[in-house]
């Protein structure tokens, strides 16, 4: 019962570099999401697809970019690391349905100096 | 406007009490889902229930029960005789507007839940 995996699970980076978050689901789930947990501030949507080779932004979707070339698989990517982009970073998928809840990964918990 | 409220930042109290975590949301939909989900300290999401929006019977799930009331926009969540393990940060959540098509949820700030022994 793997259901959604996210690859790291802690990462800590220096200003400017790039890297690759990793979200995989083996649920046939359509709906992938990539949110950010900040301290007080809940979890906000950064980007999400609604199917295989679709993306679209999210309510905070500036400096990152993201990719679902495959249906089981969402990528998050920095291009250019910011202090701002410290935070908990949660994946979830979800059916085609409205009322169905969504599963999240274990999160990453990436740090930018 | 999309909006969860979750006014309590921080509850702590003593085992075996019973504690209300308050949730107050805002949706232009007529039709809506409303969740609850435990973030313990260990960090993963946990879901514990959906209601939607045209069913407003309470619900009660060992000792955890929701009261879900249109006419205020609240749906509370109270835990009763709390124990240690209830220890996590509880978030409520609401569905996106049907009419976006995304599917997502948009989260309170989440309450966090100390009980003590």
């Known amino acids: 019962n793997a259901g959604v995996t996210q690859t790291p699970k802690f990462r800590v980076l220096k200003t400017g570099q790039s890297m690759t978050l990793l979200c995989a689901q083996d649920?046939?789930?359509?709906?992938m999401y990539w949110y950010r947990q900040d301290p007080g501030m809940g979890l906000r949507l950064i980007h999400y697809s609604v199917g295989e080779g679709t993306t679209a932004k999210g309510e905070v979707p500036d400096g990152y970019n993201v990719s679902r070339l495959k249906k089981q698989n969402f990528l998050l990517g920095l291009e250019s690391a910011a202090p701002s982009q410290t935070s908990v970073y949660f994946c979830a998928s979800s059916p085609d349905s409205r009322n169905q809840p969504q599963h999240f990964g274990d999160g990453t918990r990436l740090s930018i100096l | 406007a999309q909006k969860v409220t979750q006014a309590q930042t921080e509850i702590s109290v003593v085992e075996k009490e019973d504690v209300t975590l308050d949730c107050v949301y805002e949706?232009?939909?007529?039709?809506?889902?409303l969740f609850w989900y435990k973030q313990p300290p260990s960090g993963e999401l946990v879901f514990l229930i959906r209601?939607?929006?045209?069913?407003?019977q309470n619900e009660i799930s060992g000792r955890y029960s929701w009261n879900f009331q249109k006419s205020t926009s609240s749906f509370n969540f109270t835990i009763t005789a709390s124990q240690v393990v209830d220890s996590a940060v509880y978030f409520c959540?609401?569905?996106?507007?049907?009419?976006?098509?995304?599917?997502?949820?948009?989260f309170g700030s989440g309450t966090r839940l100390q009980v003590q022994p």
């Open positions: 649920m046939n789930h359509e709906y």
């Open positions: 209601r939607n929006s045209f069913d407003e």
């Open positions: 959540a609401l569905s996106d507007p049907m009419d976006t098509g995304r599917r997502a949820l948009t």
């Open positions: 949706t232009r939909d007529t039709t809506y889902y």
